[in-house]
C-alpha cells in the first residue's frame, strides 16, 4: 500500500551522517542533504523526532506527545508539520496524538491499529508512503506490543546517505523493550527483522536508556570490544540527536547477539527464541 504526503514542509537539523574519526562506527551526528532528524526530548525520557525534508520544507513529528513542545521545535527549524507516525499505542508514544490531531487538523495520522488514538491512516508490515522526497516502508515488529511498527526513512534526493529507522519501544541502543504483547521468539523476528537493514541505518529509538543498558550489556557480555566504545561515547557525553546504527547494534546490543558464546553462556544457551526469553529475564532483574 503506498500512501502520498504531498504538502509538507521543510524540517530542521538532523543527525549528520559524515562521521568523525572519534565517532566512527558509531554514533551518526551529521546531516545528509535533503534529509534530517531533529530529536526532540519530552517527557522523563523519551524521543519525538521530527523527519525533515528538506527540499519541499516539510516535516513528519514521530510520536509526538508533548505537541507545544515538537511544534516549537518545528518553528525554530522553519519547517511545516504535515503529519503524525505513531510507533505503538501505549500512552507515552501516543498520548499527544488527540492534541495533535485539534492543533494539525489536516495531517494524517500513521499507526499500527485503532489503539492508537485519533488514527487516521492505519498501516501493516510493508506498507509504504512518501514525506516529500524521502521514502518511509513500514516494518511490522511486534512484541513490545502486537501494533510496534518502526519506519524505516530513505531519500532518493541529492547525495545517497544511510537513512534511518525510528524503533519506538523495540530496538534501544544496546538494548530492547520488554515483552508486554509478546514472546521472546517476537522480539527475534523483530531485531533479525531490523538487523537485515543496511548497516549503516541510524537507529532511532523511543528513550534514552543507554547507560541501564550498557551496565546489563557490561554484565552478560564483558570481553566484548565494542562496549569500551560505546562506554567512551557515554562518559564524554552523548548529545540526544546522537544515535547509533544498525551495524553498531549488531556489535554491541546483547539482544542481536544470541548466538554469540558470552550470552550463550550467560543465559544457559538454546535456541534464539528460548536464550531471548532468558535474557530479557535476566536484564528484567538486574540491579547493577
Request: hydrophobic content about 40%; proline content about 7%; glycine content about 8%.
Amino acid at each position: 500500500m503506498l500512501f502520498s504526503l504531498s504538502r509538507i514542509s521543510r524540517p530542521s537539523r538532523l543527525a549528520s551522517f559524515s562521521r568523525t574519526a572519534a565517532l566512527r562506527a558509531s554514533f551518526a551526528t551529521t546531516a545528509p542533504r535533503n534529509m534530517k532528524v531533529i530529536p526532540v526530548p519530552v517527557r522523563d525520557d523519551n524521543y519525538a523526532y521530527l523527519l525533515v525534508d528538506d527540499a519541499s520544507n516539510s516535516a513528519a513529528a514521530f510520536d509526538p506527545y508533548d505537541v507545544p513542545k515538537v511544534r516549537a521545535a518545528a518553528d525554530k527549524a522553519g519547517v511545516r508539520i504535515v503529519a503524525a507516525i505513531t510507533t505503538h499505542h501505549h500512552h507515552d508514544h501516543s498520548g499527544g496524538n488527540k492534541d495533535f490531531a485539534a492543533a494539525f487538523p489536516d495531517a494524517p495520522i500513521y499507526g499500527g491499529s485503532d489503539k492508537i488514538p485519533a488514527l487516521t491512516k492505519l498501516v501493516k508490515d510493508k506498507d509504504e508512503f512518501d514525506v516529500g522526497a524521502i521514502h518511509v516502508k513500514c516494518l511490522a515488529t511486534p512484541c513490545h506490543t502486537q501494533d510496534s511498527i518502526c519506519y524505516h526513512a530513505t531519500s532518493a534526493a541529492g547525495a545517497p546517505h544511510p537513512g534511518g529507522v525510528f524503533t519506538g519501544d523495540t530496538l534501544f541502543v544496546a538494548g530492547c523493550g520488554r515483552f508486554f504483547e509478546g514472546t521472546g521468539a517476537q522480539m527475534h523476528a523483530a531485531l533479525s527483522y531490523l538487523g537485515a537493514l543496511p548497516p549503516q541505518t541510524v537507529v532511532y529509538d523511543g528513550h534514552e536508556y543507554t547507560k541501564g543498558n550498557l551496565a546489563f550489556a557490561k554484565h552478560v557480555d564483558p570481553e566484548n570490544p565494542a562496549l569500551a566504545r560505546l562506554e567512551k561515547l557515554v562518559r564524554e557525553g552523548v548529545q540526544p540527536a546522537e544515535r547509533t546504527t544498525i551495524g553498531d547494534e549488531k556489535e554491541w546490543n546483547p539482544f542481536m547477539r544470541l548466538d554469540s558464546a558470552p550470552i550463550q553462556k550467560a543465559t544457559g544457551g538454546g535456541e534464539p527464541s528460548a536464550v531471548m526469553d532468558a535474557l530479557r529475564n535476566l536484564k528484567n532483574n538486574f540491579r547493577g
